[in-house]
């Protein structure tokens, strides 16, 4: 298990190390950004087949659904699925997809913003064909950002996000997270979303309760870290957020690990944010820097996390090198010059 383990985690990895070596620069983000426009137009036709004729592509291509059907029905009608674990996953796709078309409007050339804000529009409207209210919520959280402030701000906001789910165990354990406001605030925008959210938290608690009894390493795979009725032997949990299942399956450790390599580079930038002059910050680092973000805050109710998270988290760090690297050689060259004129 354990030889098993690693080698998962470093075909997991493998994302992270090239991204960081070949994607670890501004032309890198900026990559990434046009790769997830071009991304989000190509995989919006099988989400509007499905949109329109229920999720069935998995069926027809490989003769089986891949989860419950009936999740897929949102406000009369059908969340796209298409060959992913869920009608989360491609909305959240979406979203990444909104987000790098936005900041790709508000940095083309002018006679190229009709396009971009066709291609926005566009890709705006596949988010809300997804009916996931997460996701939409992300956009109108990070669309604005990404067109309003100055690509300083956008990494510091970044940096807070990563500290937030770092964290986010700590908060939970000592009830400083306002689980009842949170679920008031849900209840007015959907009883049946209310619902659906509290029954995620009331299992988030149990599970939390379970993996504090092994807090260090947890209780590993096999599901050991559910509780399961003492006759029959059945799983009584279901654990949806990626904090909750590492947290269990790999206590303290395996968390801080997995998630402090996500934080880190969003930590970094957002020191370098402090220390470089406005020239020195890509906007386009600046937007992948929230989407991963969100990604962060989305691994709290949900275990979203996917290769193209690594290669963000990755690149990232290639880059907050970069501006560390530029930095000390021009402390250096400057401590260089003060001894000449010495």
């Keep these: 298990d354990s030889l098993a383990a690693i080698a998962y985690q470093m075909i997991a990895l493998l994302p992270f190390f090239l991204a960081r070596r070949y994607l670890g620069t501004p032309e890198g983000a900026r990559a990434i950004v046009g790769a997830l426009v071009v991304a989000g137009l190509a995989y919006s036709l099988p989400m509007i087949v499905e949109a329109v004729?229920?999720?069935?592509?998995?069926?027809?291509?490989?003769?089986?659904?891949?989860?419950d059907f009936f999740q897929t029905i949102?406000?009369?009608?059908?969340?796209?699925?298409?060959?992913?674990?869920?009608?989360?996953?491609?909305?959240?796709?979406?979203?990444?997809?909104?987000?790098?078309a936005s900041v790709t409007l508000r940095r083309v050339a002018a006679e190229d913003r009709p396009k971009a804000l066709l291609t926005l529009g566009y890709l705006a409207a596949m988010l809300l064909l997804c009916r996931s209210a997460g996701p939409i919520i992300y956009a109108l959280a990070v669309v604005p950002l990404v067109f309003l402030l100055p690509t300083r701000w956008q990494l510091a906001i970044a940096a807070v996000m990563a500290m937030v789910v770092v964290a986010y165990p700590v908060l939970r354990g000592a009830h400083l997270v306002p689980i009842d406001q949170i679920l008031a605030f849900a209840d007015t925008l959907s009883p049946e979303r209310a619902y659906s959210l509290r029954f995620r938290i009331?299992?988030?608690?149990?599970?939390?309760?379970?993996?504090?009894?092994?807090?260090?390493?947890?209780?590993?795979?096999?599901?050991?870290?559910?509780?399961?009725?003492?006759?029959?032997?059945?799983?009584?949990?279901?654990?949806?957020?990626?904090?909750?299942?590492?947290?269990?399956?790999y206590g303290w450790v395996g968390y801080l690990t997995e998630f402090g390599l996500f934080s880190l580079p969003?930590?970094?930038?957002?020191?370098?944010?402090?220390?470089?002059?406005?020239?020195?910050?890509s906007p386009w680092v600046?937007?992948?820097?929230?989407?991963?973000?969100?990604?962060?805050?989305?691994?709290?109710?949900?275990?979203?996390?996917?290769?193209?998270?690594?290669?963000?988290?990755?690149?990232?760090?290639?880059?907050?090198?970069?501006?560390?690297?530029?930095?000390?050689?021009?402390?250096?060259?400057?401590?260089?010059?003060?001894?000449?004129g010495a």
């Design 53 to 67: 004729m229920s999720p069935q592509m998995n069926v027809w291509v490989y003769g089986f659904f891949q989860h």
């Design 286 to 340: 600046g937007a992948v820097a929230l989407i991963l973000g969100a990604n962060l805050l989305d691994l709290l109710p949900n275990a979203t996390q996917i290769p193209f998270t690594w290669l963000m988290a990755g690149a990232l760090l290639g880059e907050a090198e970069r501006l560390a690297r530029l930095r000390r050689a021009a402390l250096q060259d400057k401590w260089r010059a003060g001894l000449h």
């Design 202 to 249: 009331e299992n988030e608690e149990i599970l939390l309760d379970r993996a504090n009894e092994r807090p260090y390493f947890g209780w590993g795979g096999y599901g050991r870290a559910f509780t399961h009725d003492p006759i029959t032997g059945k799983t009584l949990n279901i654990a949806d957020g990626a904090w909750v299942i590492l947290m269990g399956n």
């Design 74 to 100: 949102r406000y009369g009608g059908y969340r796209p699925v298409v060959f992913l674990p869920h009608g989360l996953w491609v909305a959240f796709f979406a979203f990444m997809a909104v987000a790098a």
């Design 266 to 281: 969003l930590l970094l930038l957002g020191r370098e944010a402090l220390r470089q002059p406005a020239a020195a910050l």
